[in-house]
Each structure stands twice: as structure tokens, then as C-alpha cells.
């Protein structure tokens, strides 16, 4: 782990991710106008959540049987 400072001393710790190198290349095509992949991670882990987590837990709050994740967005129009 690597732990960088920056001007406005603000600190960062940064970490090796092995990929593929096919893997690579696709991230590279999501990269648009300067985001870092560190940015773009995050934007395509927030866009697409783990579907299996969250259907658990919504069953398990709701006490309810399992739906699935495609007719629990339809109902919240997400």
C-alpha cells in the first residue's frame, strides 16, 4: 500500500489492483475527461450494487419472501 500526500495535504492510501490486461484495456474505454480508475470504480460499483446482498436484506427486513431485484427497481422506478 502506497500513501500519498497531495498539496493540500490531504492523504491518500493507494493499493495495486491486478487485472488482466484485457480488463485493463476495457477500463480504459470508461475513462472520460480526466477521472482517475480509482473514481471510476466506485461510479460502476455505485451503479451497480451487489444484487444478491441487497436482496437479502431487504427480505430480511421486510420479512418477506424474495423478490426479484428487476421487479423491486420496477416498483421504485429506479
Known amino acids: 500500500m502506497q500513501t500519498m500526500t497531495s498539496m493540500g495535504s490531504k492523504t491518500r492510501e ?20 480526466g477521472v482517475g480508475y480509482d473514481q471510476l470504480l466506485n461510479d460502476l460499483l455505485d451503479a451497480h450494487p451487489p444484487e444478491e446482498f441487497f436482496l ?15 421487479e423491486i427497481r420496477k416498483e421504485l422506478d429506479v
Do not use: F, I, K, M
Not at 490486461?21 to 480504459?28: A, D, F, I, Y
Not at 437479502?56 to 428487476?70: C, S
Open 14 to 33: 493507494y493499493t495495486t489492483l491486478p487485472v488482466r490486461t484485457e480488463t485493463l484495456r476495457r477500463l480504459r474505454g470508461y475513462t472520460v475527461g
Open 56 to 70: 437479502e436484506h431487504l427480505r430480511r427486513l421486510n420479512r418477506e419472501p424474495r423478490r426479484a431485484w428487476g
